[in-house]
């Protein structure tokens, strides 16, 4: 049962990380576009996915981000109470 509590913490602070990530990242992204067009280059089509992914975060962390954490708890939840149970006893001590 320690194991899969392990497990289910790790995933949470993984995607807790990966939100907090995702903030960085946009904010990098909105720099990098007002530098290339102020310097007038070409925004090439990886470089343009990135700064629609950014965009639309900035505008809608609000909504993505707890649903993302609540759907981390609820899969942690999944992790922790799945399976079989420990075998209780003293060999299950």
Do not use: C, K
């Not at 990242?25 to 007038?40: A, K, L, T």
């Not at 609000?62 to 609540?70: E, N, Q, R």
């Amino acid at each position: 049962m320690r194991r899969r509590y392990l497990v289910a913490a790790v995933v949470e602070l993984v995607i807790i990380a990966l939100v907090s990530v995702m903030f960085g990242f946009s904010v990098h992204m909105v720099r990098q576009e007002r530098d290339w067009r102020e310097q007038g280059m070409a925004v090439g089509p990886f470089a343009q996915l990135g700064l629609d992914l950014s965009m639309w975060w900035l505008s809608y962390w609000w909504i993505a981000a707890p649903l993302i954490v609540l759907g981390g708890l609820g899969l942690a939840a999944v992790i922790t109470f799945s399976g079989r149970p420990a075998p209780t006893g003293a060999a299950g001590n």
